[in-house]
């Protein structure tokens, strides 16, 4: 079992940054790639990132490349989503997820979820 605890959300205006932390515990964390998914009002969930386990390659979706980085320390067993740039439209309850496989934008390979942290990008 991972367990995974999402924090950093908030209200931030458009242009704004923010930046997402998720600590892990329960199974070595470097056994597992991370990924980053969001879902707003009314929508899917939609995948935002990845990262493989050594850290070494990771995702975005085309909707956040370029304004978002992910990055983790596996010493401190944490993944982080750096958002800059953050538009209205990012608005959505954020989730990491651990994967004991392949990183992959696929929701369905994540074993292990959080419970979310809001981010709120007002106009």
């Known amino acids: 079992q991972v367990y995974l605890v999402e924090s950093g959300g908030g209200l931030v205006r458009a242009g704004g940054s923010l930046r997402l932390s998720c600590a892990a515990s329960?199974?070595?964390?470097?056994?597992?790639?991370m990924g980053w998914f969001r879902q707003a009002p009314g929508q899917w969930r939609e995948f935002v990132s990845a990262?493989?386990?050594?850290?070494?390659?990771?995702s975005y979706a085309d909707s956040v490349k370029g304004r978002f980085t992910i990055s983790r320390d596996n010493a401190a067993n944490t993944v982080y989503l750096q958002m800059n740039s953050l538009k209205p439209e990012d608005t959505a309850v954020y989730y990491c997820?651990?994967?004991?496989?392949?990183?992959?934008?696929?929701?369905?390979?994540?074993?292990?979820w959080g419970r979310g942290t809001q981010v709120t990008v007002s106009s």
């Open positions: 997820a651990a994967n004991p496989g392949i990183m992959t934008n696929r929701q369905t390979a994540y074993d292990y």
């Open positions: 329960g199974r070595t964390f470097n056994n597992y790639a």
């Open positions: 990262i493989r386990w050594s850290g070494s390659y990771a």
